[in-house]
Nanobody
């Protein structure tokens, strides 16, 4: 059973930084595509950033240049470094793991990020 556990959410002031982590367990398969999604109040869930199994990264236009996705050497932990955060970054952030790009994959329980002064 694949399990994803997010951590690192919380309250941060505009312009501040926050680092989210996603720990994956329950599988020996290693070539996962890992992503961070978010769902703001009254909004649909949207892709924030992804790191593919080959290492390529993609970002939503709204976070490009501010957020960085990375993974550890084992690939079992994926982080999202959030810099210069804005109130519109307020959302529940979810980690997603897929073996293949055309599948829904597995989801974590989410971690709340609130950007407010």
């Amino acid at each position: 059973q694949v399990r994803l556990v997010e951590s690192g959410g919380g309250l941060v002031q505009p312009g501040g930084s926050l680092r989210l982590s996603c720990a994956r367990s329950g599988t020996t398969f290693t070539l996962w595509h890992m992503s961070w999604y978010r769902q703001g109040p009254g909004k649909q869930r949207e892709l924030v950033a992804e790191i593919l199994n080959g290492g390529a990264t993609n970002y939503a236009a709204s976070v490009k240049g501010r957020f960085t996705i990375s993974r550890d050497i084992t690939g079992n932990t994926v982080d999202l470094q959030m810099n210069n955060v804005k109130p519109e970054d307020t959302a529940v952030y979810y980690c997603n793991a897929r073996r293949y790009l055309n599948e829904a994959g597995f989801w974590g329980q989410g971690t709340q990020v609130t950007v407010s002064s």
